[in-house]
């Protein structure tokens, strides 16, 4: 199984803004429902946003109203913009289907944020 490549992370000011970015292939868009997971120092890796084959979305409470997930299907990628980031969304963040599978994870990208 091939691995997801996330991109678009980095570091940025509390109250900033970011997007990331992952390549998925065309058959993974038509087939399966997609996330994105970040994993803080010493937390377990968390589902923040999820969007359906259908393009329906859902969000974790703590980053709703802020993050956005969406996907382009003529270039198989998909997004996550970050806005108004708080100090606690440093993590490293991932994409992968939701359910995920074990073997997708990639390395993930590096966000924090900090003054």
Sequence with gaps: QVQFVESGGGLVQPGGSLRLSCTVSRSIFSSYGMGWYRQAPGKQREL???????????YADS????????RDNVKNMMYLQMNSLKPEDTAVYYCNLVP????????????TVSS
């Design 63 to 70: 980053v709703k109203g802020r993050f956005t997930i969406s």
């Design 48 to 58: 923040v946003a999820h969007i359906t084959r259908g393009g329906s979305t859902d």
């Design 100 to 111: 995920y599978q074990t073997a997708r994870w990639g390395q993930g990208t590096q966000v």
